[in-house]
């Protein structure tokens, strides 16, 4: 982090070159009373010359912004956010190369409090803040604050304090630690005042969950429904109203599932084992529909209902069409919009649903294209012909791709049914026959006699065939980098032969020592990849680290984590990235989306969201959402080894670097890594 660093410089440059204790701001309390059930806290700084206290509003990479906080209570409730009275002064920095927002002399802050009580009360709380001149800053201080009123709402005293504290003082209580700065600047969706940003933001990642595996297939289900109109203009109007229908579902659904449920509902609905099997066997009925085994249709009175809507312009039918799609892909797109998600469960609404409407936008795009134009395959054979082995290779890649769902289910829950070289033979099996069936050695029931072989089904055949001997070194272990986010991980496979080896060279003695402490929690279900050791419970990692004095890698992922397997894959197996994390850290792999449930003494009440977390995976996405507002995975955290066991909430100060998430550059990743070990090594 590299503001850490320059602060640390600085501070540390101060103290070896002065040992006056300096306190170049003074803080007074007052208050004005609006009316019987409003009052107006005001905070003032009074700033020596030639110092600058910063704003609180600072970019990432700057010093720490100046943060109130309030200790919870019944007696009141703040009213919006504490607002800067006094105009702040915004010059280029050189020490930190930015722009930075800062006071001089004097500055005024107002925090309006409503009265929710007729007894006396108190208003209780820190301000956190840093202060520079042009060659030095002192480290972060705090001042504690106290305004007691009465009955009346009338203040009581005012008070001053002056504190230049390095530690958090000991009175802190959780509720006074709200929303740690360092979290803020990471979430790309938190702290941003640009409406238009966050919709662009949401707007790409709708783009981008076009090209998952649960959603790219539902396509051509699109297109064969659409063409069976005889009206052009009638299945225009259909198209439009599908199209629509997306983004109402997701944008309305979407919010208020964010309201009510809490963001971890898309971790449970990509996750739990419910949705995901029902997904696989809707995968697999429209594979054998594809294939020729039975034509989809819907229940007759669903039939006749749909047919009275179609008379009227087809509403229904296109609603359905587009209720299918969400359903079905909300699988895949959960993890993307988790983000969004967790704005509406921290109470802002308008954020939410720009986002789900830029999603929903971006996603429903492609399909209604091509459900407006539907002539584009329309004019192909529909039977017998080139058409019918379209839908045929499909429903291969179907019965394909729904593995990934039962896949997803048998990981989470532990079922040892799929495991990756069972994963793989079916995989091998599948394209196998779908690479015969192209060289026309394969006929079903709707297929035309093929009398020559064209040159695109040649390279279509040839493409499949290699592909299948592509995955074959896969059954002996091979890690097929290319498909990491598809597969099972590395560690259910049986007969891994680098994995033998590996283990076998410990054994005898001639590999390194193991790197833990002591046998990890949960190491029978849960495992790390590469042959990495390491723990799956914090408190236990945060000892170990205390130990064998390393810092920390946290590793937020899950079993259904697509992203957390191309990581694992394709950056994690490199050997630069492998070395530091064997050798320089102690690795905590915590699975947010584990359905184990733990011994009631080990059940947590959120501070989040005030509910009561009782399995793995429950406790850990709440503690990775409640520490850095940030439910998506991968998400990779370094931490000094300083924390305390009983208070493991607390780890905002322990942070060594800015947390980092989802990124193929291996180079960016290593110096994340070498960030981390520099930090720590320095605060030795």
Not at 43 to 53: N, P, S, T, V, Y
Not at 320 to 336: D, N, R, W
């Amino acid at each position: 982090m590299k503001k850490y660093f320059i602060v640390i410089g600085l501070v540390l440059a101060f103290i070896s070159s002065s040992a006056q204790i300096l306190e170049p701001v003074k803080w007074k309390f007052s208050s004005e009373q609006i009316n019987e059930k409003e009052v107006v806290l005001i905070f003032k700084a009074d700033i020596e010359k030639k110092w600058h206290l910063y704003s609180q509003n600072i970019e990432e990479g700057g010093p720490i912004p100046t943060g109130f906080f309030f200790d919870e209570s019944t007696d009141y409730e703040l009213v919006g956010k504490v607002i800067e009275k006094s105009k702040a002064t915004t010059e280029f920095d050189k020490s930190f190369k930015m722009d930075l927002a800062y006071f001089s002399i004097e500055a005024i802050f107002e925090q309006k409090v409503k009265i929710l009580t007729d007894k006396p009360f108190a208003v209780k709380g820190f301000i956190e803040f840093m202060v520079c001149d042009d060659e030095r800053c002192l480290p972060p201080a705090e001042a504690e604050y106290e305004f007691a009123f009465n009955a009346n709402g009338e203040i009581q005293a005012e008070q001053s304090s002056i504190s230049h504290e390095n530690e958090a003082s000991s009175k802190k209580t959780e509720s006074q630690v709200r929303e740690p700065e360092i979290v803020e600047i990471e979430n790309p969706l938190s702290g941003n005042d640009s409406i238009w940003l966050l919709f662009w933001f949401s707007f790409g990642a709708g783009l981008l969950a076009i090209l998952t595996p649960c959603v790219f297939p539902m396509i051509p289900m699109t297109v064969s429904f659409f063409m069976n109109n005889s009206s052009k203009a009638k299945g225009r109007f259909q198209a439009t109203v599908y199209g629509v229908s997306i983004i109402a579902i997701y944008t309305v659904i979407g919010t208020i599932v964010a309201v009510t449920l809490g963001a971890n509902f898309a971790n449970w609905l990509s996750t739990h084992w419910l949705p995901n099997v029902l997904f696989f066997l809707i995968f697999v009925i429209f594979a054998a529909s594809f294939l020729g085994m039975f034509e989809i249709t819907l229940p007759s009175w669903m039939i006749n209902k749909s047919d009275q809507q179609v008379d009227k312009g087809g509403i229904s039918g296109s609603f359905f069409m587009a209720f299918t799609l969400v359903l079905v892909s909300f699988s895949c797109t959960g993890p993307i919009v988790g983000a969004i998600l967790v704005q509406s469960a921290g109470g802002d609404v308008l954020e939410p649903i720009v986002g789900m409407f830029g999603f929903s936008l971006a996603f429903a795009l492609p399909f209604t294209l091509f459900a407006l134009f539907p002539s584009w395959l329309s004019n192909l054979p529909k039977s017998g012909g080139w058409l019918n082995s379209v839908k045929v290779v499909l429903g291969f890649l179907e019965l394909a791709l729904g593995l990934k769902f039962l896949s997803i289910a048998d990981q989470t829950y532990h079922w040892g049914i799929l495991d990756r070289e069972v994963y793989l033979a079916f995989w091998i099996i599948i394209f196998l026959l779908m690479g015969v069936y192209l060289l026309g050695k394969l006929k079903f029931s709707h297929d035309s006699d093929l009398k020559y072989l064209s040159f695109p089904r040649l390279m279509l055949a040839i493409i499949t065939f290699t592909f299948v001997l592509y995955l074959f070194p896969g059954m002996f272990g091979a890690p097929l980098k290319a498909l990491s986010g598809y597969l099972p991980p590395q560690t259910s496979h049986d007969f891994d032969l680098h994995g033998i080896i590996r283990d076998n060279a410990k054994i005898s003695g001639t590999s390194e020592k193991s790197s833990i402490c002591d046998s990890p929690k949960y190491h029978e279900f849960l495992h790390l990849p590469h042959g990495l050791e390491g723990y799956f419970d914090y408190e236990q990692g945060l000892a170990c680290a205390k130990e064998q004095n390393k810092p920390i890698f946290i590793d937020f992922t899950g079993h259904g984590c697509v992203n957390c397997r191309e990581m694992e894959s394709n950056v994690w197996s490199e050997p630069r990235v492998l070395q530091k994390l064997k050798e320089e850290f102690v690795i905590i792999a915590l699975y947010v989306d584990d359905k184990n449930k733990l011994p009631e003494n080990e059940w947590i009440k959120s501070s989040y969201d005030s509910k009561l977390k009782k399995t793995i995976g429950k406790i850990y996405a709440d503690f990775q959402i409640s520490q850095f507002n940030v439910n998506a995975q991968p998400y990779y955290v370094l931490l000094d080894n300083k924390g305390n066991l009983s208070d493991s909430g607390h780890i905002r100060k322990n942070l060594l670097t800015k947390p980092r998430a989802y990124n193929l550059d291996v180079d960016l990743f290593v110096d994340f890594l070498d960030d981390g070990l520099k930090e720590f090594n320095e605060r030795q």
